[in-house]
Nanobody, 120 residues
Framework: QVQLVVSGGGLVQPGGSLRLSCAAS????????MDWYRQPPANERVLVAT???????YYADSVKGRFTISRDSAKNTHYLQMNSLKPEDTAVYYC??????????????WGKGTLVTVSL
């Protein structure tokens, strides 16, 4: 089983920065895909960024040039560096991984959300 612990959310001013962390633990054979999603108030959850173990990345158009997804393989942790934050970035942020507990089986795992509020 894999557990994800999210940290780094909070209140930040427009133009400021935050870094979210998603630490995976448990019986992990490998992590193949790392994602960040967000759900703004009164809106649906959407994909923000993806990083594969092969190094491929995807960013939603709304965050390109401002957000960066990265990983620390030794810590089984991935990050979302958020710069030039806007009020529209206010949301509950969720991390997800696709991980295998053996070499033969993999599935996705979700962490609890962390609230990011961009406001004066």
């Amino acid at each position: 089983q894999v557990q994800l612990v999210v940290s780094g959310g909070g209140l930040v001013q427009p133009g400021g920065s935050l870094r979210l962390s998603c630490a995976a633990s448990g019986s992990i054979f490998a992590i193949y895909t790392m994602d960040w999603y967000r759900q703004p108030p009164a809106n649906e959850r959407v994909l923000v960024a993806t990083l594969t173990s092969g190094g491929s990345t995807y960013y939603a158009d709304s965050v390109k040039g401002r957000f960066t997804i990265s990983r620390d393989s030794a810590k089984n942790t991935h990050y979302l560096q958020m710069n030039s934050l806007k009020p529209e970035d206010t949301a509950v942020y969720y991390c997800r991984v696709i991980a295998g507990i053996t070499s033969n089986y993999r599935r996705d795992y979700w962490g609890k959300g962390t609230l990011v509020t961009v406001s004066l």
